[in-house]
């Protein structure tokens, strides 16, 4: 089946089999790509240099590199924009509830190849980089707009004075040069029927409470309703403490509620995302240099009445929060491997375990990047499964906003 290009029986034209080499090429190395087709990377420097012509019989299998495209793309249910996408973690769970992504915006450029590898894109549709770039009339129409936008402090000092001169005021005065403006401006201009908007659980408190004040007041400005925020515990879900902070909207209120939210009250353990040890490379454990210097820092900490450390977990634990640091020495989750023997770090895989973007026991989330970039990506990452239940308890909602403005001429139903 192909996933990408509808072959309706007939092969693709050279053209669209250079296209799908080089986005291939763009997600994987030469070197990975060569090895799926079992020929030289020479070989594939040749085709990607177009000095011959990619042979047809190549075509499935590199196809077969790239996401397949979800069946309910034909007809969704809504539309989606992800902005500050990351490896992808909201769209999954929207997607999952039926939605279709049609734009993606992530700067970093070892995410978005994860990002690609794991997610459906045709083949002439890439990551957009820097939003800041892009007019937000450029991107297009959609239900529903998802950003995971990073923390950064407003400055509102000389409001007053702008607006008396008459420049820019409301949101535009107290946002501007923020990545949230950008946020804003994509749904003042676009006016998605709803919205749900992730960051830290410390937002709340960011630049002494300044930060999440002023974005409640500028999607309230936006004329949004039912603006609401929860803070929820990934622990629920996967074995891994991380608190994040929710904000949901929608063009008309129409009850949602947080309390429809289904958490289970006892989540996973360790051993659920653990591989068999005898499995484990030899790499990913602690070197007795670095154990020792863990060991002592934590010590003289300890001695000072700090609680800083290591966090050493094992089957029956619950993690500490994964962070983006975490390929530096692996502190806050070092895995107990018994006896006198050290301490190592989860690999990537389980990584991916822990954030929930694959069961457990499960192995097909793509990581084509440095075991150093994937711990970057997935501790900079939401856990997969709590986004899943939120667009679950916001699906009716999303549906009956589209309703509503349909009846409304002024607005635009944004599924297509």
């Given at each position: 089946m192909s996933h990408n290009i509808p072959f309706s029986g007939e092969t693709m034209t050279q053209e669209q089999t250079y296209q799908l080499l080089k986005r291939t090429c763009w997600i994987y190395t030469q070197n990975d790509v060569a090895k799926h087709l079992e020929v030289s990377r020479e070989e594939v420097n040749r085709w990607l240099n177009k000095k011959v012509e990619v042979p047809k019989s190549y075509q499935f299998l590199l196809d077969s590199l790239l996401p397949e495209k979800p069946?309910?793309?034909?007809?969704?249910?809504?539309t989606f924009i992800d902005l500050f996408a990351g490896i992808g973690g909201i769209r999954r769970g929207f997607e999952r509830q039926g939605g279709k992504c049609v734009f993606t915006s992530e700067w970093d450029k070892f995410a978005q190849r994860t990002y690609a590898a794991n997610h459906y894109m045709t083949i002439d549709e890439f990551i957009t980089g820097d939003i800041t770039q892009i007019p937000p009339s450029n991107v297009p129409d959609h239900d529903v707009l998802l950003a995971g936008f990073p923390c950064q402090p407003f400055s509102i000092a000389g409001v007053s004075k702008k607006n008396s001169l008459g420049r820019l005021h409301g949101f535009e005065c107290k946002t501007q040069g923020t990545l949230f403006f950008n946020v804003a401006k994509i749904i003042g201009t676009k006016r998605p029927a709803a919205f749900l908007l992730e960051n830290v659980k410390n937002l709340k408190g960011h630049d002494k409470g300044n930060t999440f004040k002023v974005i409640m007041e500028t999607l309230d400005e936006l004329g949004y309703d039912g603006i609401t925020a929860r803070i929820i515990d990934g622990q629920h879900f996967v074995p891994q403490h991380r608190e994040r902070i929710f904000i949901v909207g929608f063009r008309r209120d129409t009850g949602f509620t947080w309390n429809d939210l289904e958490l289970p009250v006892d989540g996973p353990r360790m051993a659920t995302i653990l591989e068999p040890e005898n499995t484990v490379e030899k790499k990913y454990v602690l070197s007795q240099k670095l154990w020792s210097y863990l060991k002592n820092y934590a010590a003289k900490h300890k001695a000072k009445g700090n609680g800083f450390g290591y966090g050493l977990v094992g089957p029956d634990s619950v993690a500490r929060t994964l962070s983006a640091r975490?390929?530096?020495?692996?502190?806050?989750?070092?895995?107990?491997?018994?006896?006198?023997?050290?301490?190592?770090?989860?690999?990537?895989?389980?990584?991916s375990r822990l954030m929930g973007y694959v069961k457990p026991n499960e192995s097909n989330f793509k990581i084509p990047v440095s075991d150093m970039?994937?711990?970057?990506?997935?501790?900079?990452?939401?856990?997969?499964?709590?986004?899943?239940?939120?667009?679950?308890?916001?699906?009716?909602?999303?549906?009956?906003?589209?309703?509503?403005?349909?009846?409304?001429?002024?607005?635009?139903?944004f599924v297509g």
């Open positions: 069946s309910h793309y034909a007809d969704p249910d809504f975490y390929y530096k020495d692996g502190s806050e989750i070092l895995i107990d491997r018994g006896g006198r023997k050290n301490p190592r770090r989860l690999t990537p895989l389980e990584c970039q994937a711990y970057k990506q997935f501790g900079n990452s939401v856990v997969a499964p709590v986004v899943e239940e939120i667009a679950r308890i916001m699906k009716p909602h999303i549906i009956a906003n589209i309703k509503l403005l349909d009846k409304d001429d002024s607005q635009l139903r």
